[in-house]
């Protein structure tokens, strides 16, 4: 596996403003990243875990400028030796951030919302590629399509129905072969498996697996389920309150976690016959991204240890102990 970077992020900060009410006196603001220094390297799966709230999905919007993020920077490095070598996101111009868009997909958790229940499977996974300059007519778009279905586990004849004739697991190859249409060089997968039966999750990782080594993508795999994220995942990021707290190769992290956070995380994996997870996981108050006491500007470190000494259980006074 490649070491180089494809997407960086240096000092990403993102807060959302929360607008006023009626009996609000001003408005408040939602810190959901503070400060993510973030690397997804050619060729690897990385996944992010954290908490409800903690930040995943915001990180991953800001990826693709779903959301545009409030500080710091997000570089994409192609490495197709053309000029520039790194791009800034957010200051590309209409047709750079067409190619990144094409090169850098984002699959949605709920398949069902993401896919239009009007169209056919054939429209729905050729739509976008229309109007791309790599569109080189009709029939090469419906030979792709075949490709596609066959590489996810559908049939030639399922591109003639609709998505919403489909159950979630299938809903969820037709959005993969969608992502794979323009031939991107990252997937970025928000909880694609968290609203599939346990039965059905297991075959869509193992499809993500396949479809990484037949196309060679890079994949950043974000997920709550700490199992299925050390199962799939090379690397593993901890996101806390909107921080990295720890970062290392999946195997040490699973193995020697060294962060409180982390540490509480994995005891809280319930096991069969293992009894109930450990209470210490519930303990404390989670943060609150709007209230100041949880507020950027702020070390993770400072983050966690609020909520560790209200939970009376060891503090954390480094900052980053587990970053790679
Ligand atoms: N559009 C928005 N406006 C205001 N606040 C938002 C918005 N989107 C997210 N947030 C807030 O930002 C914080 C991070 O949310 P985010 O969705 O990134 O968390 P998450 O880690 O993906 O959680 P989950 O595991 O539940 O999906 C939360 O406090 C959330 O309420
Ligand atoms: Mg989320």
Redesign the pocket.
Known sequence: MSQEALIRTRELAKR?K?VAGLFASSSRW?W?LNGVDFELRRGETYGLV??????????ARCLVQL?PHSSGSIEYLPGDGGQPEGWEVSRRSPELLRRFRSEVKYIFQDPSSALDPRMSVFRVLSIGFRYSPKYSGPSALKARAVELMQAVGLRESDLERRPSEFSGGQRQRISLARALFSNPSALIC??VVSALDVSIQGQILNLLVELKRAYRLTILF?A?DLTVVSYMADRIGV?YG?SLMEEAAASEITHRPLHPYTQLLYRAIPRLGGGPPERGVAAGTPFN?TRPRWAAPSSAAARWSRRSAGARSRRCGRSHPGTA
């Open positions: 959302y929360l939602v959901a954290g908490e409800s709230g903690s930040g995943k999905t915001t990180l959301a928000d909880e974000i709550h996101l909107g991204p």
